[in-house]
């Protein structure tokens, strides 16, 4: 079968565009790309292949999957390296939600809180 998909960018509505882009900046290691005098203001954020886009929020809050619909994370980023980058992220201040681990579903992940309550989680099937 041919391939056809081979990526995923996952868009983040924020109360605060530029606070969440300084922790995605300082904790996370994403590089800042300001989109903020358009008609819809974003940020870009990007780390190796993958990218994340900020928009601003009607809301104060955001309401997290697990919040909405009792459980799930509000993105998943696979990644063969995940204790190297647990560990880095656990260095910058992450809060680890949910540490390093084999899943239920064959997933060597770990899962963190970002600055507006989102889960984000890192990982990969295992063979």
């Known amino acids: ?6 990526s995923l960018l996952a868009v983040f509505p924020t109360p605060n565009i530029e606070e969440t882009a300084k922790y995605y900046n300082e904790i996370m290691g ?3 790309v300001k989109y903020l005098d358009v008609k819809e203001p974003h940020i870009c ?11 601003q929020a009607n809301n104060k809050k955001v309401f997290p999957n697990r ?14 390296n995940q204790e190297a980058l647990q560990n880095e992220f656990i260095s910058k201040g992450a809060k680890i939600v949910r540490p390093l681990h084999k899943t239920d579903y064959n997933n060597l992940e770990f899962v ?6 989102r889960w984000i ?7």
């Open 1 to 6: 079968m041919e391939k056809h998909l081979y």
């Open 67 to 80: 919040e909405l619909y009792g459980y799930g994370e509000d993105a998943y980023f696979i990644t063969d």
């Open 121 to 127: 989680a890192f990982g990969m099937k295992q063979k």
């Open 30 to 32: 994403f590089r800042i």
């Open 45 to 55: 954020l990007y780390r190796d292949s993958t990218e994340i886009v900020l928009t």
């Open 112 to 117: 963190l809180e970002d600055i507006d309550g």
